[in-house]
């Protein structure tokens, strides 16, 4: 699934009291993370963050899912939780596709729920290299067009350890209606990342920088992550 907060919980888990199908899986993922990087900028102003997903998916490749975590924003906005359907499948043995709607939403503050907007992703991947486009026409209630566009490749070194690395261009198509602090209208991001996998958790390591003027810094980010079926 190419959902990246993917990114996903503490969200009710009545959200999928619905009749599933015995061959339906539902799982919790929790994770601690030093950090809450989206697309290398921090949205806890540099401190830990805690979140978790729950995750239903079907045998058919469709799925469902709520992906929750803290943030700072500095203007009261304390939480971030995320809403996100979609369906992947495999071409053949190589070739696979994932295509969605993901919903973003913050809470706390008494303007938060005025940067809520939705996005559409489609993933295509070939082994383990994929690429992903994101695309919103309201991006952080703007209403400006914005899209993402993200490479991606995974060396697998062991069963449960990996080497992946990640380049990502953000771009807004309506400056006047937003760009970042330093006015430009896109930025690049690179992530280089140690995964290692152990029976239920999950463990990541990585190096992060934009080439963003005011926040190009290289950043370190480590994450444990706990999933269990349910």
């Known amino acids: 699934m190419s959902y990246q907060k993917i990114l996903p919980c503490t969200l009710a888990v009545s959200l999928f ?12 993922t929790l994770t601690a ?4 990087l989206f697309n290398g900028v921090s949205q806890t102003d540099e401190k830990p963050a805690i979140q978790g ?12 899912g709520s992906w929750a975590s803290n943030v700072d924003f500095g203007d009261g906005t304390d939480a971030e939780v995320d809403y996100y359907a979609g369906f992947s499948q495999s071409i053949d043995d190589n070739l696979w ?3 969605g709607l993901a919903y973003y939403s913050y809470i706390g503050g ?8 939705a996005e559409v992703y489609l993933t295509l991947g070939y082994q383990s290299t994929q690429i992903t ?3 919103s026409n ?6 400006a067009g914005h899209y993402i566009i993200a490479l991606a490749h995974s060396v697998p070194l062991s069963e449960t350890l990996s080497l992946n690395f990640q380049v990502d261009r953000s771009t807004s198509l309506d400056e006047d209606k937003f760009s970042w602090d330093t006015n430009d209208d896109s930025y690049i991001h690179y992530k280089a990342e140690a995964a290692l996998s152990w029976q239920a958790l999950a463990f990541t390591l990585s190096l992060e920088k934009t080439d963003l003027n005011y926040d190009d810094d290289v950043k370190l980010l480590g994450t444990v992550s706990y999933t269990f079926g349910l």
């Not at 009291?17 to 919790?28: G, N, T, W």
């Not at 993370?33 to 809450?36: I, L």
């Not at 309201?138 to 209403?143: I, L, Q």
């Open 17 to 28: 009291s619905l009749s599933l199908p015995s061959h339906a899986e539902v799982s919790v």
């Open 138 to 143: 309201d991006y952080a209630g703007t209403d």
């Open 133 to 135: 486009a994101w695309y």
């Open 97 to 99: 596709y994932d295509t």
């Open 33 to 36: 993370a030093s950090d809450y």
């Open 53 to 64: 997903s729950i995750d239903w998916a079907g045998e058919n490749g469709a799925y469902i």
């Open 110 to 117: 008494d303007d938060s729920s005025e940067i809520n907007y």
